[in-house]
């Protein structure tokens, strides 16, 4: 019947060659849909196999960024405020304040570990009393804490929440009942930083500034600060970490009896032991630190090192009624109590205020000054030994000299060098030593350095001498070894004394 219809119908019929082509063609086909579908598969599997490959890449990517992202921000404060920088919208303000405790190195030398930590707790948990809901704020790091404001911002608040800070920081603790006070630095976001990193990074210098202009204030943050304080700013971060890592150490140089030749004194000189720099002298430091009110902090930690090195002696050897002398800056005096701090340390050390005597820097600067005579008084009241070695404006302390109680009048080497020259103040320096001398004051002349200067004082009948002619500035140890020698050969003085 198969043959029959395609006999009977031409079209259907087919030659033999086109049967082998439509089987080369079927089999062509089923080769290249197989090779397909394999490359399907395969390039399937692959990127499969690199989007998990790439997926775990950025797994671990996304992993080292929250490495470093916690780096950053590795403490807690500067985290929580980074992340309510993120959700800030535009055209929103914040307010940042670091908060700077002033003179807290003196907690930390005066009390155990544990104490200062409960010092730090009390001030946390002020903040955060004060502290609303539109704010982060606690301990940062050290006597630093952080007041991060997020409600509305205007002059008159930025001011309300500046003098509330103060009042916070002002109250006694109840350790000790102490009453410090803090120097605060204040940003405004985002001008003044877009992180949180940023704007402490510029707080820091405005709590640079308001320790400058006298602490227990705060002072806002401008891009002029930098200008105008990046020098001393430097300086004052170096010294931080310098008294952080107890860099700064007393030398000793001493005051001599030329007609005895044994040490009656020694005057105590704050030096910096730089760790690249060496041995610094007080006048690559003290300005800046006279700037910023640490000097008042280096003024209880030097009588505090004075006194625990006189008792050091004292016990070792035979001391006699030799006196240590510390200076004493302005800011120094401005201290309320200060005369009391310093009376309680010697009496720590079992020791007396006469084995001391305090040095009185400038004290025609200080003559107005309410706390700073209060001071003075107390001063002698206690039995301190006193010193000036300020003239004041046309040598007026001729006329002053009897109502000053200090009983040592120390010529400077400015009066010396004076004197050396043959200057026509000479005259009067001459006069300031007899007004001395006629009020039964002790004259100690500093800065000697030649056998001339000596004969010269020695005319004026001055026997109380210190300079590089005796000794330059040396360690503890080695003035130990000087005190143990003293007296000098005499022989060293006799012939510019006859």
Known sequence: MLDLLFLTDPSLSSQPWEI????????????SLFFLYRNVIFNFKKNKLERKSLQE???????????????????????AINEDIKKIDE????????????????????????????????????????????????????????YYHKGEIDNEKINDIGQDLLNLFKQPTKLGNHELTASIGVCLFPYDGITAEN????????????KKEGKNRFTMYSQNLIEKEQFNIDYYKQIKKAIEYDEFLLYYQPIVDIRTGKIIALE??????????????????????DLTGDITWFGVWGFEKVTQRYADWKKSFKIGELFISINLAPKQLYVEGLARQYFEITGKHGLSPE??????IDYYSVTNNEVAQHNLKEFRRYGFRMSIDDTGFEYSIIEDMSKISAPIFKLSRGNLLLIANNDASAEKIERVIA?????????????????DMIRKLNKWDIRFMQGYYFSEPVSAEDAEKMIRKSPWDMYSFNHLIK
């Open 268 to 289: 105590s000189l704050l030096r910096w032991k730089h760790p690249t720099m060496g041995i610094l002298s007080p006048g690559k430091f003290l300005n800046v630190m």
């Open 57 to 79: 890449d950025n797994g671990k990517e996304d992993k080292d960024n929250e490495v470093v992202n916690e780096f950053v921000s590795s403490n807690p404060l500067l985290a």
């Open 199 to 210: 704007l402490l990074k510029n707080a820091e210098i405005a709590v640079y500034v308001a």
């Open 435 to 451: 007004q001395a001398r006629a009020n039964q004051k002790i004259v100690i002349a500093e800065g000697v350095e030649d056998e």
């Open 91 to 146: 055209g929103d303000l914040r307010l940042f304040f670091a908060i700077n405790i002033d003179n807290f190195r003196y907690i930390v030398d005066s009390y155990e570990q544990k104490d200062v930590d409960k010092i730090i707790d009390e001030f946390a948990k002020r903040l955060k009393r004060y502290c609303g809901k539109n704010c982060i704020t606690g301990h940062y790091s050290d006597d630093v804490f952080i």
């Open 20 to 31: 082998v082509v439509a089987a080369v063609i079927i089999v062509i086909t089923g080769v």
């Open 355 to 360: 084995n001391f005597c305090l040095e009185i």
